[in-house]
């Protein structure tokens, strides 16, 4: 049982909100903030009634040490420009200068420097945890993303409060994903794609008997094939698991589950150029880079079948063009099927939907990129557990 943000008396306290805004930042400009838009229910909520908002996050991997192009002072200013209202941004996460603006009534917010400037941040360190813990009154978790990290501002920082609860995004993510865990609507037809098979082997044993239809493309879909005897030339392949991709098809026969995967292809020569639509055999010089028309009717007949959809990776090199109307058309097809419950999980997949320009048509977005992975393998997440020890 984890405690709603509705749960907590916030009136005059300080809160220690942990959120993940590790985001893409380019010559000081964020490029893709929906992480941050995503978690700003929680932030307005708190702002509602507590004293005083300490607002904490990582960005990128700085090896706990200071790295400029890692501060998080763009996302403190695109914050403040988001809620209209001074966030003050502290020089870094702990010590005697944030505790006295901590303590300060003005202005509400704070915003930490990047936690990962400290090694003891992902060391999981107890007593950089109570540093932490020194700044506020109430713990709020809303950073899924990093909720399968055991990190001192995710696991060991939640231990030493009495009052904490999960943000309202990570409740929709659980609300959402434990849904396709435990009682998916009917038909369920899940899309995987990416660049490899090892990277999905978990996601797909553990959906396998709740599915459906499972549509493979991008990167993974041709160790499948190879598997299968079909030529797949200079396509991405990873060849020590093809015994296993032919494992996971029969699995998928046995359980009734429908397998899908490409029966034609977008390819390119060497230099991922000159697109040419192939059959289900690749020359030996061109690469499979897209799925094919026949396939993307296929796949966007299932999508129109379906109740619930779960999508995690493209299904081709959706940043190159013509390479991304297999993604796009997937992305446009969940849009206009108003009637389903659609789940878009990876940043790839959530960036593929958003060139598409349909992400208000999504129902839910996640923001776990290797947090959902885990969570949908039905692995325990360390910030998920810290936050059930509390109820």
């Given at each position: 049982?984890?405690?709603?943000l509705?749960?907590?008396?916030?009136?005059?306290?300080?809160?220690?909100?942990r959120?993940?805004?590790?985001?893409?930042i380019?010559?000081g400009?964020?490029?893709?903030?929906?992480?941050i838009?995503?978690?700003l229910p929680t932030?307005?909520?708190?702002?509602?009634?507590?004293?005083?908002?300490i607002?904490?996050?990582?960005?990128?991997?700085?090896?706990g040490?200071?790295?400029?192009?890692?501060?998080?002072a763009p996302?403190?200013?695109?914050l403040?420009?988001?809620?209209?209202?001074?966030?003050?941004?502290?020089?870094?996460?702990?010590?005697?200068?944030?505790e006295?603006l901590?303590r300060?009534a003005?202005?509400?917010?704070?915003m930490?420097?990047?936690?990962?400037f400290?090694?003891?941040?992902?060391?999981?360190?107890?007593?950089?945890?109570?540093?932490?813990?020194a700044l506020?009154?109430?713990?709020?978790?809303?950073?899924f993303?990093?909720?399968?990290?055991a990190?001192?501002?995710?696991?060991?920082?939640?231990?030493?409060?009495?009052?904490?609860?999960?943000?309202?995004?990570?409740?929709k993510e659980?609300?959402?994903?434990?849904r396709?865990?435990?009682?998916?609507?009917?038909?369920?037809v899940t899309?995987?794609?990416?660049?490899?098979?090892?990277?999905?082997i978990g996601?797909?044993?553990?959906?396998?008997?709740?599915?459906?239809?499972?549509?493979?493309g991008g990167?993974?879909?041709?160790?499948?094939?190879k598997?299968?005897?079909?030529?797949?030339?200079?396509?991405?392949?990873?060849?020590?698991k093809?015994?296993?991709?032919?494992?996971?098809i029969?699995?998928?026969?046995?359980?009734?589950?429908s397998?899908?995967?490409?029966?034609?292809h977008?390819t390119?020569?060497?230099?991922?150029?000159?697109?040419?639509l192939?059959?289900?055999?690749?020359?030996?010089?061109r690469?499979?880079?897209?799925?094919?028309?026949k396939t993307?009717?296929r796949?966007?007949?299932?999508?129109?079948?379906a109740?619930?959809?779960?999508?995690?990776?493209?299904?081709?090199?959706?940043e190159?063009e013509p390479?991304?109307?297999?993604?796009n058309?997937?992305?446009?097809t969940l849009?206009?099927n108003t009637?389903?419950?659609?789940?878009?999980?990876?940043?790839?997949?959530?960036?593929?939907?958003?060139?598409?320009?349909i992400?208000?048509?999504?129902?839910?977005l996640?923001?776990?990129g290797g947090?959902?992975l885990?969570?949908?393998?039905?692995k325990?997440?360390?910030?998920?557990k810290?936050l059930e020890e509390?109820?």
């Amino acid at each position: 049982m984890i405690r709603n943000l509705a749960d907590l008396a916030l009136n005059g306290k300080t809160v220690f909100l942990r959120v993940d805004f590790n985001v893409p930042i380019k010559d000081g400009q964020i490029t893709e903030p929906h992480r941050i838009d995503s978690a700003l229910p929680t932030v307005r909520q708190i702002l509602k009634s507590a004293r005083k908002l300490i607002v904490a996050s990582h960005l990128g991997r700085p090896d706990g040490k200071v790295v400029a192009k890692y501060s998080l002072a763009p996302v403190a200013k695109y914050l403040q420009n988001l809620i209209g209202e001074p966030v003050q941004f502290a020089p870094d996460c702990v010590g005697p200068e944030v505790e006295k603006l901590a303590r300060a009534a003005h202005p509400r917010i704070v915003m930490l420097e990047n936690l990962r400037f400290h090694p003891e941040e992902e060391k999981n360190d107890p007593a950089f945890a109570r540093a932490l813990v020194a700044l506020a009154d109430v713990y709020v978790d809303d950073a899924f993303g990093a909720a399968h990290r055991a990190h001192a501002s995710i696991a060991a920082m939640a231990d030493f409060f009495k009052d904490k609860a999960a943000g309202l995004l990570l409740q929709k993510e659980l609300d959402y994903l434990s849904r396709v865990l435990v009682h998916p609507d009917k038909p369920f037809v899940t899309i995987l794609g990416g660049a490899k098979v090892s990277d999905k082997i978990g996601i797909i044993k553990n959906l396998l008997p709740k599915i459906d239809t499972l549509l493979i493309g991008g990167g993974m879909a041709y160790t499948f094939l190879k598997a299968q005897g079909i030529e797949i030339g200079r396509s991405l392949v990873e060849n020590d698991k093809t015994d296993l991709a032919l494992q996971l098809i029969k699995e998928a026969e046995s359980v009734g589950v429908s397998l899908v995967l490409p029966s034609d292809h977008l390819t390119g020569d060497a230099d991922k150029k000159n697109p040419l639509l192939t059959g289900a055999n690749i020359p030996p010089d061109r690469m499979g880079l897209d799925i094919g028309d026949k396939t993307i009717a296929r796949f966007c007949e299932e999508i129109r079948r379906a109740k619930m959809v779960l999508w995690n990776g493209p299904v081709g090199l959706f940043e190159v063009e013509p390479y991304n109307r297999g993604s796009n058309a997937i992305a446009q097809t969940l849009g206009a099927n108003t009637g389903i419950v659609s789940i878009v999980a990876g940043g790839d997949t959530v960036a593929a939907v958003g060139v598409a320009g349909i992400e208000d048509k999504i129902t839910h977005l996640s923001t776990g990129g290797g947090a959902t992975l885990e969570y949908l393998e039905g692995k325990i997440l360390p910030g998920i557990k810290a936050l059930e020890e509390s109820a």
